[in-house]
Structures are given as C-alpha cells and as structure tokens.
C-alpha cells in the first residue's frame, strides 16, 4: 500500500470534463479545463497566458461586464462611498463600481473582500447587481473597506493621481500637457489600460523640443512602441530645423540621436548642416552648465582648444560617440571651405578625413561618378528644402562635381503641394533641363 503524505500538494489530474477527457485544475481559481479556459477567455477578449499567471485579470473582466457602462456617471454623489484609498497622504473616497475600471484597485478590494468572505468574487458581484438599473433600493448597509496603496514612482503627483481617479467616474477629463506625464505615470499602477492610451495620444500630439526627452524615455520604461516611434519620427523631421537651433538639444538622449541619425528618412539641408547639429550636441554635453545656446564660432573654438597631437574621436572623451558620427555620410561634404573647416578642429581622425578626399579626387578623376558610393539608403548625399507655409514656390539650386540640380517646391493649396527636382545644364545660352523627378503629397 502506497502511503499517502497529508502535506504534499495535489498534482494536476486527468478528469473527465464534459463529453471529452481533457486536462483540468483540481481546484481554485481554476475551476474548469484548459480547453474551456481558453475558450472563456477569447469570449472575454483576455490573454489566456497572463490569466494563467494571474487568475484574478478573468475575476475583474467577469465583474467589469456585470454593471452598464453608464452606471459609473449616474446618480454615484447621491452614494455614499464603498471605499477609503490611503495614498499619497491622502484619503480618497471611491466607490465600487468605479473600482473594477482599474486592475489594481480591484485587486486590492477583491483582497479586502477575501478577509471576512469564502467567497470574495461571488460577494462583490451580488453588491454590483444590486446596484444595478431597476433593483430595489433597499439592500443590507456595505462596511466602508479601508485600502492602502503605496506608490514610490516621483512623477505621480497628488495632483496626477488625483486626475487619474477623476477619470474613473467621467470620460473626457481634460488631461494638461504639462500634467500627462504624471497621469500616465498613475494610470501604470492603477492599470487603467483606458486612461493610459488617451495619455499616449496626447503625448504623441504634443511633441516639442522641451518634451521630446521625457516623453521618449516614458515610452522606453512602459515599453509603448508606438509612442517611442512617434518620437523617433518627429525628430528625423525636426532634429536639424528646429530642436538643433535651441537649447533643448542638450536633452536629446543618446539612445534617441542614434536612431535618427541611422534613419533614411532624417531631414536636413545638407550633411554640413546634420554635422553642425551633431557637433552641438556634443559641446552641450561636455558643457553641462551652458544656459544660452551656443554659436557655431564657439564650439569650432572649443573642439580646437585641444592639443593637435591626437584627434577628438581618438581620445578617451570621444570612443563612446563614434557610433554616432560614422552615421554621418562625410562623402557629401563637398565644399573645399567645409573640408577645411573639418581639419583645423581637429575632430575626427587623420585617416577619416584621407578617405573622403580621396573619393572625393575619385570621383572628379571619373567625371563625377561617385564608384565608392553602393547604397542608396546609407550613403545618398542628402540636401532639403524647408517650404514655410507662406511661400507659394520656393526652390534651390544645388552643385555636386561640376553637376547642378534644383529642388522645386509648389504650393497647390492650404494642405497639398508638389515638389520635384530636376537635374540642370549650364550651357552658354540658358540653362535647359535635361531630367527630371517630380512628386506630390498632401498635409492631413
């Protein structure tokens, strides 16, 4: 006779369930088989895997759909309150329908519950139907539970938290661009999945160069791509043309600067001018206490204070950056002004700066092909156009090895415009054109 230890935890067990005979759990939370499991939980649109690992995400889902969505903004001040939250050195006064909006303030009453109750779910969800459309009013007197919650995150403010709760009871509360940060930061504890995303809608709609930063690291912590993606897009247009003229540049995480400078879709006016921004970004981190932003003359005069024996990038101070500046297409840096700007600050390497002159010399030696040049994406030599709204055409003209190319911008109205470029020839009466590209796109 095998004996049986009266401690040992029972193991799952084959039972029969239904017409088949398929896996099931002994006992509590899961009371079912897998297969039904699963199919409960795609009828209640929730990931079958985070309810394997926490059991009470089915629980509030269950008890979510038992009250109508209207309930929660219908005659609730006439209600005492179910609940008492200590945080943040406040007492709030909640009630429960409101509650189960957020996973973690169920949770925490579902708990309170389970104190006095066998059953905490079954005992929540008869207080809710009770307070439903059309029962009777009459019905036995609630304790008043009292709930703690600790949170240690800097960025939820009383004010935040205080928002964030606002929204439990109404839908549109207007959330400050100045405040989202914090409610953000308080619908995460909360696990308010509804007021999360309208934060990340405002965020996205309110990209500066003041909030770009803060706003890129909250989407990286709460791991919200589509937020660090409209981060990551908004700079490939603005890094050069508006956040590289202030002197929020010094904010721009590195992590941030690298992505963009490695995007094929980076906007700038020429790679001279991509290469002033990066050389600002760099001063403005080794000069933390700078409060105005620079001019171009300050910084050469920085970077050529250092002793010539050794290049920038060589040094100790400038390993950690190269990833940023082999980005940089230093083949589309053409003029002789540039180049020799380049090596009197002394910046990067001796064999950096042969290379390009070399491709440069190359390149004139074989009437202009660029033979070292492969990718399109990587190595085309960039050149823009910033077309202010109240231009009705705007255009440039740009040389490259004795060739001249013009970029032609117009204005069709308030949201559509065409540009295209064409690739000219000087000859000794007119300039005709010999090719050309055109495109169009509209502004929503």
């Known amino acids: 006779m095998k004996m049986l230890n009266p401690q040992q935890k029972p193991r799952l067990e084959r039972r029969i369930a239904g017409s088949t ?5 002994p006992r509590q939370p899961f009371s079912g088989d897998l297969l039904g499991l699963s199919q409960m939980c795609k009828a209640a649109n929730i990931d079958f895997d985070e309810v394997l690992k926490n059991p009470d995400r089915l629980c509030i889902s269950q ?16 209600r005492e309150a179910d609940v008492v939250l ?4 406040f007492k709030w006064e909640l009630h429960q329908p409101q509650l189960f909006q957020s996973e973690t303030l169920a949770k925490l009453y579902l708990m309170g519950l389970a104190r ?26 609630v304790k008043k539970m009292i709930l703690s919650l600790k949170i240690n995150d800097p ?31 308080a619908a995460h504890i909360l696990q308010f999945g509804s007021l999360f995303q309208r934060c990340v809608t405002v965020m996205m709609s309110g990209l500066t160069p003041s909030t770009i930063k803060n706003f890129y690291l909250a989407g990286c912590k709460y791991k919200e791509e589509p937020l660090t993606t409209a981060c990551e897009k908004w700079m490939e247009m603005n890094l050069v043309p508006l956040v590289g003229t202030q002197i929020h540049l010094r904010k721009v995480p590195k992590e941030l600067l690298h992505k963009v400078l490695k995007s094929p879709r980076l906007f700038t ?10 050389l600002l970004w760099v001063y403005l981190q080794l000069n933390n206490k700078t409060q105005t932003f620079p001019m171009y003359q300050t910084v050469l005069m920085f970077f050529s204070s250092f002793p010539k024996n050794c290049a920038f990038l060589d040094r100790d101070v400038g390993q950690n950056l190269i990833p940023l500046f082999l980005c940089l297409r ?16 002394n910046f990067f390497p001796e064999s950096w700066l042969v290379r390009v002159t070399a491709n440069h010399y190359h390149a004139l030696e074989n009437g202009g092909d660029m033979a070292h040049v492969k990718d399109l994406s990587t190595q ?43 690739a000219l020839k000087i000859q000794t009466v007119g300039i005709p054109i010999y090719a050309s590209f055109s495109f169009v796109f509209s502004l929503s």
């Open 269 to 278: 006016f020429s790679e001279f001018d991509l290469l002033k921004t990066l």
């Open 21 to 25: 005979n398929r896996w099931r759990f």
């Open 63 to 78: 008890i979510q759909k038992i009250f109508p969505e209207n309930l929660k903004n219908k005659t609730i001040q006439s």
């Open 380 to 422: 085309a030599v960039r050149f823009g156009l910033l077309f202010n709204q109240e231009y009705t055409t705007h255009s440039k003209v740009i040389t490259l090895y004795g060739f001249f190319f013009e970029i032609k911008g117009i204005k069709h109205d308030t949201t559509s415009y065409s540009f295209h470029m064409q």
């Open 116 to 141: 006095g109750n066998a059953n905490p779910e079954k005992e929540s969800v008869k207080i809710l139907q009770a307070q439903q459309p059309g029962r009777s009013r009459e019905q036995r007197p």
């Open 155 to 185: 960025l939820v403010t009383r004010e935040a938290f205080a928002t964030a709760l606002k929204n439990l009871y109404m839908q549109e509360v207007k959330i400050c661009l100045d405040d989202v940060l914090g409610v953000l930061a």
């Open 86 to 89: 200590e945080c943040l050195g």
């Open 330 to 345: 230093l083949h589309s840096i053409t003029k002789g002004k540039d180049l020799e700007e380049l090596r009197h600050i």
